[in-house]
């Protein structure tokens, strides 16, 4: 099992930044991709980044040049930087995390409790 809990949220203005944490703790082994996701009312959740145990990101074209995933893997937590804040970035963003087994098949995935993001003037 594995718990995930994000911190880092909050209100902040247009153009504003914020930096997401993502902790894991747990039986962590086998655990090679970090997501970050968004969710706002009347819309879908949406991967927003990506992050392999290697490094390797990928990133949502909305958030492109503007967001920065990255990871820290001896404390066990993943970042979104958050920079150039628009309205539209508004939403409860939550972490993701990925098992594989070794076939690189996934066998679980984990989601933390969410983190509000406002972004509002």
């Known amino acids: 099992q594995v718990q995930l809990v994000e911190s880092g949220g909050g209100l902040v203005q247009p153009g504003g930044s914020l930096r997401l944490s993502c902790v894991a703790s747990?039986?962590?082994?086998?655990?090679?991709?970090m997501r970050w996701y968004r969710h706002s009312p009347g819309k879908q959740r949406d991967l927003v980044a990506s992050?392999?145990?290697?490094?390797?990101?990928n990133y949502a074209d909305s958030v492109k040049g503007r967001f920065a995933i990255s990871r820290d893997n001896p404390k066990n937590t993943a970042y979104l930087q958050t920079n150039s804040l628009k309205s539209e970035d508004t939403a409860v963003y939550y972490c993701?995390?990925?098992?594989?087994?070794?076939?690189?098949?996934?066998?679980?995935?984990?989601w933390g409790q969410g983190t509000q993001v406002t972004v509002s003037s």
């Open positions: 747990g039986t962590i082994f086998n655990i090679l991709t």
């Open positions: 993701n995390a990925v098992r594989y087994d070794n076939l690189y098949l996934i066998v679980a995935t984990y």
């Open positions: 992050i392999t145990i290697d490094g390797t990101t």
